[in-house]
């Protein structure tokens, strides 16, 4: 009983970084309409510069953090901006340039791990930041992981309010729905989908700098974080942030308690298996229709 | 219509040449290090890119006489994709650090003059078809003297043919498997200087056997393995071994390659109360392991995780907290010209090298230099043969090939005071085991 | 001559690819087979997602559960039966992935496809973990490296030729019509969802046998190698560079960017990454369309009809006026027999009991029912936001019904697609135009013809399809894009289209709205030919003089419900009509 408990626990903090990846992400593609192959590259941006600075200048990656997701947030909307909306007022409509966008993306995430391959190589980056164990109902976790959490049910949260109880919020899902459309209804489609953008960006950094902290990684991982906020993105439903939170959380409950009672080996199995479940039942339309 | 096509000939060739002279702008513009000369570059000025070098070299001391010539050597290695971390901590910085070493050190002396080395690299991208492809060009487009091989098993697998048919040997070092000796018949220059993968869990199962005997541990073993290649064959040896040496194994779980996630795996056999914890685990679970030991403490005698515990970035990550473990690979610094060898790395390089494939890759390039020397021309059979049947002077010793595997290497090390310093095999050990593994500091 | 020279292009072309082997240069092996690999993967991909606009990035699934087939088998299976081996798992796997996959639209299958991989990456590692207690395998063959550039070149010409047949093919045009407007496809009769499935599932096969034939050169395989994210994306991004208009387009982004690559690569190994993005988004701005956008963009019009290849221009091939099938007066139904006068007491055809169907809290349709006899034009009438078009995507099978039932000859319309309805013999127009403007008329027509399922072959759907197109009067538009058209003519190009299925009842949808008088009176008259050819017609109108002059019977809606129901002259001297509908006429 205890075991399932701390089993449990484990497994909700553990998730929260998979929710708090997958949050980005699904409001950047849910707002923006824009699948930024590239988030798994800036993730790792963030996580680069979040070491150097603290193996260099002893500074700490919550300083860092103070300093990494506004400079995230204006990248990100500078790059939607100068990027994803030229190419809109070049085809003329965002669903003309769908497959240019994936394109522009891929150019994208191939530029930002480029410019850092160049710099770094392959090179391993690991630190430990925050490794402090924490008493969380009887079960013991570590702080950097609990931060995760935490962090993804601030951004989360705000996201929810500001999404569904602002009009702003009303707008932005305005253009969600329909991108071309919104103008007519008065909203400045490419203001707020910029700002949800680079909301979007601030999370990726936040992710980024907290990932730097427990995890090993290098520049060419980027796809793997993309990939795997991907999954969490899908299993919660494109453009919904409570469902990626609670989607994440379900991931990493899923993993802890496969490893703990079933075989560590079929973590990632179990993973994709929820992965496979989400998108058949999406097809018999639980999600399906608001995903349009 | 035929105008029609001509047409749009001519707009594909415009589009290429207008894309590729864009992305040569491009390319000057955005790179944010002085970018590399396109290669061919001759050895010296090539500078991994990171940090430029702030030690001046050695200053050649023996002036040639003669016009020197240059010895072409190629390779492509992975610097993108996921082999590149692996590339470029083991393999790629010593590629450059020797080719700059001999050419200080005045060339390679054949019988009809003194060659310098020109290295000419490309990348593999990580996939295989690249790799075939860059060792073609460099054969047949660079006429190269000599290739040099990338880094993993399943690249040098990709290879190997190639190097057979176009008659290179293929000096592999980060090419560990347990099939080599099989593969050696097929392709006589084929050759791996690590050594194989039960040679290592070999050495686990003794190490932890003498140490058994000498009481400082009971005979409950916990291990985990990485579903891959190397840490299943890794793992495959283990077992059996510990069986045939009365361990107990009280936990034997694989768990994916990318899992970041150890506390439930510790958390269970924390319980268990192993005396050793062996993990065949891979570099990014080799530097989580510990920080998921710490948060649930669990502190056995003997904490062994496999690749990776020897880069320099562990001791980095860890400092203090490193003291103890123990991982494969380990070096003596009492060998001659080794700790020269890690000073000069460091300053050329600016990276310091890890302590185990590192000095092994940069041996093999002096046992390839000395073979040259002792064939005295590029007679590339000739060379190939004089690696399998000579032996040589590096800095890890003297090497002597059996079956074209080096099996002489350090195994396991353990970090002690800042170093890893090499247990097993005995005979050449730098250190006795501390056991009990120190508790971990918070 | 010129069209000779065109054919001959690609055949040439091919056999002086096969012909490299023999420069004895083995690097240009290598940088052919790099070239044929991604050639190959690009096209196949490119057939699928061209027309469709299915973005897929799940490339290296299929090419890795080929490679892997020969991995684990070559030892006990001769080679040459691994390649169908390997196709079939392929196609299989698609079969799946399609059947669960491709009701999702836009990007959303893209993330999906994305995931793929590495789902089947990892029950990969899994099974071979568990069956073969390893991850790698090792394939040691003597297999040469020109052996492989061969059967490449082989898989190519393969590919190239199901491009150019399946362009030929009413599947070619059928996948044209998904991508443009899957609803408008499935209105015209077309089986979508299998369409998609078949022709994914032999691209996909395409892609098993590529890994099957690239495999043996890599010597061995660990699912990083055979599943590397990079085969997803490299194919994706030479077809779009190359561009989709064609099947040949792939083909033609492969053989200069590879080559590029290859430079890019050679020359700057250490920023070629950086460059290759650099690359990629100025392509992206400098030429959108691909490199086949920078034929003139009249090529791209006409469709079709110009490449020696694609499928439209077979399909509105002039005809050969031979069959002597149509009737002295073809009905343009066709399926009836005699044309009755318009009455009161022909059988039921449909019938429509208790509907309801709400969206959210809105309450569109609310138990809805009456019956439509064949033979009679039936109006639906009604303030906008009434619920008119709701009843009318109830019938055709867009919406599925809350509650109620809707019987069409007898047989309950429930859990039925709108292209089994539409091949049922229940054919609509749309209130917006739903026309492909880049095909041409004929394009149009024939699919309905084929596809409603009472033609056989190609030839006979086209005579059919030009027939009606002259009977409604637009003979001299038949090769004409129909964005082309104006306005009135692409309305009459939606009728052909529904008539082409032989319906034995037509749903017009406001059809008459935005007509100037003169059209106006046209349309009518259409109209009403048609109903003197007795098909059964259902008519959401706005404008009373055409219901007065059209309708047999009309029911009125107002907010859901029926309020009124009775011949025109009746119902529009109800109270309560005149209530809802002046009141409305008043405001507007």
Known sequence: MTSILDALVTGLVYGGIYALLALGLTLQYGVARILNLAYGDFLIAAAVFATLLYQRFQLSPLVSLLLLLPASFLIHLLVYHLVFVQLERRRGSWRAMEASSILLAFGLSFVVSGAMLAIFGGKLFSYSYLLVPVQLLGSVVPANRLLALVLALAFGGFAYLLLVRTRIGTAIRAIAVDPDGAPLAGIDVRRWAGLTFAFGGIICAASGVLISMFQTFNVPMGVTFTLKALVVVIMGGVGNAVGALVAGLILGVTESFVARFISPGLTLAAVYGLFVLAVLTMRTGIFGRALR | ?442 | MGSITRIAVLPVMLVLAALVPFTGNDFYIALGISILLNAVLATAWGLFAGPTKYISLATAAFFGVGAYTVGLFYERVPMLALYPIAALIGAVLATFVGLTTLRIQGMYFTIFTFGLAELIRQLMTWYQRNVTGSVGVYIITDITARQIYWSLTALLALTLLGGWLLARSRYGLALLMIGEDELAARHSGVRTTAVKVVVLALTSAIMAVTGAIVAPRWTYLDPNIAFNPTLSFMPAVIALLGGMQRFWGPLVGAIPLVILFDQLNARFPTTYTLILGLLFMVIVFVIPDGILGLLPKLQRLRGAAPAPTAAPASLSAPLVPSTPTRTASPGVDGITGTPRASTLNGAVLLEVNGVRKAFGGIVAVDDLSFTIREGEVFGIIGPNGSGKTTVLNLISGVYEPDRGQILFLGRSLAHKAPEEIARAGIARTFQLVRIYPALTCLDHVVPAALFGGHVRSLAEAREYASELLEELGMGQFMHVPAGQLNFIDQKRLELARALALRPKLLLLDEWLAGLNPSEMLIGMELIESLRGRGTTIVLIEHLMQAVRRLCDRCIVMSFGQKIAEGTPEEVLANPEVVRVYLGEADNA
């Open chain 2, 1 to 442: 219509m035929q105008r029609y096509t001509r047409r749009a000939v001519l707009g594909l060739i415009g589009t290429a040449s207008i894309s590729a002279l864009l992305a040569a702008c491009g390319g000057g513009q955005a790179t944010p290090t002085p970018a590399p000369q396109p290669s061919p570059t001759s050895a010296p000025a090539q500078q991994p890119s990171p940090t430029p070098t702030t030690a001046a070299a050695p200053t050649p001391t023996v002036v040639a006489t003669q016009p020197k010539k240059t010895l072409r050597v190629g390779f492509a290695i992975s610097k993108s994709g996921p082999y590149a971390a692996g590339a470029g901590i083991t393999i790629y910085p010593n590629y450059v650090l020797w080719a700059k070493d001999v050419n200080d050190a005045g060339g390679i002396k054949l019988s009809d003059g003194v060659y310098t080395v020109e290295l000419i690299e490309y990348d593999d991208q990580s996939s295989p078809e690249e790799a075939i492809k860059a060792i073609q060009r460099l054969v047949n487009q660079d006429k190269v003297d000599l290739l040099l091989p990338p880094w993993g098993t399943a690249m040098n697998l990709a290879v190997a043919p190639v190097f057979h048919q176009l008659g290179y040997p293929q000096l592999g070092v980060a090419n560990l498997s347990d099939k080599t000796p099989e593969l050696v018949k097929q392709w006589p220059g084929y050759f791996s200087f690590l050594g194989t993968s039960s040679q290592y869990s070999e050495a686990v199962a003794d190490l932890l056997s003498d140490l058994a005997n000498q009481g400082k541990i009971g005979k409950k073993v916990a291990l985990i393995y990485v579903d891959d290649a190397f840490g299943l064959e890794l793992s495959e040896a283990a077992r059996k071994k510990f069986k045939a040496t009365g361990f107990e194994l009280v936990y034997d779980q694989g768990y994916p390659l990318g899992t970041t996630d150890f506390q439930p795996i510790l958390t269970d056999i924390k319980q268990r109360q192993p005396d050793a914890f062996v993990a065949c685990s891979y570099p990014a679970d080799t530097l989580t392991l510990p920080e998921a030991a710490m948060v649930v403490d669990f502190n056995p005698p003997v904490f062994l995780t496999a690749v990776g515990t020897a880069f320099p970035v562990y001791v980095g990550k860890f400092g203090q907290n490193a003291e103890g473990v123990m991982g494969l690979g380990g070096i003596d610094p009492k060998a001659p010209g080794l700790m020269d060898y890690y000073k000069r790395h460091k300053e050329v390089t600016g990276q310091d090298p890890d302590r185990w494939g590192s000095p092994v890759c940069y041996a093999s390039l002096q046992v390839l230099q000395q073979a040259l020397e002792r064939v005295g021309k590029v007679d590339r059979q000739a060379v190939a043969r004089e690696v399998a049947t000579g032996s040589f002077q590096t800095i890890i010793g003297t090497v002597k090939l059996e079956g074209n595997i080096y099996y002489g290497n350090w195994l396991l090390g353990q970090w002690q005071n800042g170093e890893f310093l090499a247990l097993w095999p005995k005979n050449k050990a730098a250190a006795t085991p501390i056991v009990p593994k120190p508790a971990w500091k918070k």
